[in-house]
């Protein structure tokens, strides 16, 4: 199935699946950091007092990017975006690869942190693209009732 026609989704729509992806990867993340914990107890006989932030910011980035590439991979969707009808596709159609994966989780991130200015990008640029989708070579296209 071709998206190459289908309009590029709203930064509203793509905000709203993010929030729902956002309680799925912190469910992610409790659960690794409850076997994190339960391991270090286990070998060191002490419950840790806590990770150094870049330790926590690691484990965030690397859980995002693990969650986010599978679905992406998988179906072009995450729950989120099934949720508000949103897929992931190339420019050129093809398949995603780990490379898009890669650089848009990046770029992604990168831009959360800076306060969310590559998603606001979007607002900026004529095509509607985030700094991700630019980087990426991939946009995120809205799909109608009968195609979700």
Partial sequence: MSLQNYPTASLLRRFAALAYDGLIVIALYIMVGMVLVAIIKAISGEFPGG?????????????????????????????GMKAWRLRITTLDGSHIRLSHCMLRTGMGFFSLVIFGVGFFWAWLDKQQRTWHDMASLTRIVYLPKDMA
């Fill in 51 to 79: 990770f150094p932030a870049s330790v926590d910011l690691s484990l965030m980035f690397t859980i995002c990017f693990l969650y986010y590439s599978h679905s992406w991979r998988k179906g072009g969707q995450t729950i």
